[in-house]
């Protein structure tokens, strides 16, 4: 059993929320595809984090275990959509996604980002989660390993699979 | 090397996780090998696009409920000792305010239906609730508005604020603090709540049933 020793709480936990505040953001954005969805996620698992304390040791990690384990056992699940919660934006030109690119200048720089979003969208969880990972403040191997609960082996299989997935798509897109 | 091999060191290199050696051996095929020299290109402006498209969200506004979310839910402080300390000084605060008479029904509606984490705005302003538990004898909600955080608990039919305390924002802060400093609404939380505050599953159900 966890010792409060062994737990961030109080300011201490508050400052580690803090500071990955914009970290957390960017992680659950990429898992739901969506603002508020993402803001959702972040809000609760922050109570529950605030609840229950979090680990010292990997804290960081634990912080995306939580978002995790939040929007695909819980939230997603209560919503009952689809298992792939960016399939069905993907024919729909108004998700989020779309919404936040619909500003940029650039007509081209903004179909690049929306062929991204819509092949980002149909990878699997097990190949989006470790890439998006990978690409949010440079988390390493080993802690998207701790934060994912599989081995650092399979983070390398599943992020490169995941890249050559993601290219293949794109280039599909962009011939389309 | 077969593709998938070449594909994993590729993609190894753009996440720096290759060791010098590996990575210099790796850089040094990328000059003679034309193809995979496309693949590497094509993946790294691919990683560039990715992160590009997750870092759209920082441009939207950080929600003020992580704010407050952080000040007022410091329930890691949820501690029993600290019960026997708050009791007198919350009984000394405590006040009695039924929304239903007083402050018009809406906000007794977002009390009755919002889950916790949802903002909403009302006639006073905007709300948040932050957490929902039981007490010894009722079931309660503590929340936050522009001007005040408080606790509610459900009397009957009605809500009925147990306690409150006016919060500020500091110049240059984005977390709203107690007026007084000492939160007297997390000290009426400790020395009332029974039990842990409720799970978004739990709280749905309970919820459904009022």
């Known amino acids: 059993m966890d010792s409060n020793e062994d737990k961030l709480t109080g300011k201490a936990l508050n400052e580690l929320l803090a500071s990955e505040l914009s970290t957390m953001r960017k992680f659950t954005y990429s898992l739901t595809g969506s603002v508020d969805d993402s803001h959702d ?11 229950s304390g979090v680990p010292r040791e990997g804290s960081r990690s634990w912080l995306f275990t939580v978002c995790k384990n939040l929007w695909i056992d819980e939230i997603r699940r209560r919503r009952r959509k689809p298992q792939n919660e960016f399939q ?18 650039s007509v081209a720089r903004r179909d690049e980002l929306n062929n991204m979003a819509a092949a980002f969208s149909q990878l699997t969880d097990d ?12 988390m390493g191997y080993k802690e998207i390993a701790i934060a994912l609960e599989i ?18 798509r794109l280039r599909r897109l962009g011939d389309d | 090397m077969t593709e998938d091999e070449d594909v994993i060191q590729i993609s190894r290199l753009l996440d720096d996780e290759l060791t010098t050696a590996e990575a210099t051996q790796l850089k040094k095929r990328l000059l003679k090998e034309p193809d995979l020299r496309e693949l590497y290109d094509a993946m790294a402006q691919d990683q560039v696009v990715l992160a590009e498209l997750i870092a759209k ?9 992580f704010s407050t979310n952080l000040e007022t839910t410091d329930l890691g402080a949820y501690r029993p000792w600290a019960a026997s300390v708050a009791a007198v000084l919350v009984t000394a605060v405590a006040t009695l305010y039924v929304f239903n008479q007083q402050s018009g029904p809406s906000l007794a509606n977002l009390l009755e239906h919002m889950p916790t984490g949802e903002s909403a705005s009302f006639q006073e302003g905007k709300l948040s609730i932050v ?19 408080g606790v509610a608990c ?25 007026a007084g400093g000492q ?19 739990e709280e749905s159900e309970v919820l459904g049933k009022w």
């Not at chain 1, 996620?41 to 609840?51: K, T």
């Not at chain 1, 729909?92 to 500003?103: G, H, M, Y």
């Open chain 1, 151 to 168: 081995p650092v082996g399979t983070v390398m299989s599943r992020i490169a699979r995941a890249r050559i997935t993601l290219n293949k």
């Open chain 2, 183 to 201: 939160s007297l609404v997390q000290d009426y939380v400790m020395e009332h709540i029974k039990g842990q505050p409720l799970s978004a599953t």
């Open chain 2, 57 to 65: 969200i920082d441009e939207e506004p950080v929600p003020d409920r």
């Open chain 2, 154 to 178: 459900r009397e009957g039919d009605s809500w009925a604020t147990v306690v409150k305390q006016a919060v500020k924002k500091a110049p240059g802060e984005n977390i709203f603090n107690a």
């Open chain 1, 88 to 105: 069905e934006d993907i024919d729909t030109p108004v998700s989020d996604f779309a919404e936040l690119n619909s500003t940029e200048a």
């Open chain 1, 41 to 51: 996620v972040v809000q609760i698992a922050m109570e529950r984090c605030l609840r």
């Open chain 1, 127 to 138: 190949h989006r989660i470790p890439l998006a990972m990978s690409a949010i403040d440079g």
């Open chain 2, 131 to 149: 957490a929902t538990f039981r007490s010894e004898s009722a079931w309660c909600r503590e929340y936050v508005t522009n001007i005040e955080r």
